[in-house]
């Protein structure tokens, strides 16, 4: 990053760049909380996941208004307004992340109710990890400004949505067997679809970074052209 004549504007930017992986950090926990609830049925946990969106939401309005506040003191221009977005861009899907781990909790807790019957068996905790190994990825190349590692991010999202779309056939052959399974199908579709979103919106971080530190527009660009863009810039 640049250097400025101004010490304060440089620590106001690292605060900045700090408070996004702080967010980062709390969304990831709020995810992993999530996920252990349902797979353990501990439904106090996923009641405090449901709870805690809060306080994910309040980060997201406090580096909303930070932002603006360097925006009018110091009109940065270059890589310094490009972090700024960046920032602005990234609280916004780090804030949606929190929301798929309220909505996994919330569909874990049905899930879970004690008279629940008729769930059906599918496995979802290597999607999660897929996903949130995207998130951790993402967020990592924000801290080092590593274009190339954000890069690979986009790579792992064709993973994680191949993964879904055979969790999704899993859980129609279910339906179509036992239409006693159909409900709660649905439900568990949901949360496969929310740990989907989970990569997407890692995804959008990545590409981000890319523009943060490339001043590249990769949004709706394959990974391969990302890459080419990437090596000729």
Same mark, same amino acid.
């Given at each position: 990053?640049?250097?400025?004549?101004?010490?304060?504007?440089?620590?106001?930017?690292?605060?900045?760049?700090?408070?996004?992986?702080?967010?980062?950090?709390?969304?990831?926990?709020?995810?992993?909380?999530?996920?252990?609830?349902?797979?353990?049925?501990?439904?106090?946990? #996923?009641? +405090?996941?449901? %709870?805690? @969106?809060?306080?994910?939401?309040?980060?997201?309005?406090? /580096? $909303?208004?930070?932002? =603006?506040?360097?925006?009018?003191?110091?009109?940065?221009?270059?890589?310094?307004?490009?972090?700024?977005?960046?920032?602005?861009?990234?609280?916004?899907?780090?804030?949606?992340?929190?929301?798929?781990?309220?909505?996994?909790?919330?569909?874990?807790?049905?899930?879970?109710?004690?008279?629940?019957?008729?769930?059906?068996?599918?496995?979802?905790?290597?999607?999660?990890?897929?996903?949130?190994?995207?998130?951790?990825?993402? #967020?990592? +190349?924000?801290? %080092?400004? @590593?274009?190339?590692?954000?890069?690979?991010?986009?790579? /792992? $999202?064709?993973?994680? =949505?191949?993964?879904?779309?055979?969790?999704?056939?899993?859980?129609?052959?279910?339906?179509?067997?036992?239409?006693?399974?159909?409900?709660?199908?649905?439900?568990?579709?949901?949360?496969?679809?929310?740990?989907?979103?989970?990569?997407?919106?890692?995804?959008?971080?990545?590409?981000?970074?890319?523009?943060?530190?490339?001043g590249l527009n990769v949004r709706h660009s394959s990974?391969?052209?990302?890459?080419?863009?990437?090596?000729?810039?």
């Amino acid at each position: 990053m640049n250097e400025h004549t101004s010490k304060n504007f440089d620590l106001e930017l690292e605060s900045l760049r700090t408070r996004v992986l702080q967010m980062g950090g709390l969304v990831e926990q709020q995810m992993r909380k999530a996920m252990e609830g349902l797979s353990a049925g501990d439904i106090p946990l #996923l009641e +405090a996941v449901i %709870r805690d @969106d809060n306080r994910v939401n309040q980060l997201e309005i406090e /580096l $909303d208004g930070a932002c =603006n506040q360097v925006i009018a003191k110091r009109q940065p221009t270059a890589i310094d307004l490009r972090m700024i977005i960046t920032v602005l861009k990234s609280t916004s899907d780090l804030e949606r992340i929190g929301d798929k781990a309220r909505k996994i909790a919330r569909l874990g807790c049905v899930l879970h109710d004690q008279h629940a019957i008729s769930i059906p068996d599918v496995e979802l905790s290597h999607i999660s990890e897929l996903s949130l190994k995207m998130l951790r990825a993402s #967020l990592d +190349a924000f801290a %080092r400004l @590593d274009v190339d590692a954000a890069a690979e991010v986009l790579h /792992l $999202d064709e993973t994680v =949505n191949t993964e879904y779309k055979a969790l999704v056939r899993q859980l129609i052959t279910y339906m179509m067997e036992d239409p006693r399974t159909i409900s709660h199908s649905l439900d568990i579709m949901g949360i496969a679809k929310a740990i989907e979103r989970v990569g997407d919106h890692s995804k959008n971080i990545a590409e981000y970074v890319i523009y943060m530190i490339k001043g590249l527009n990769v949004r709706h660009s394959s990974p391969g052209e990302i890459d080419e863009k990437i090596a000729t810039s």
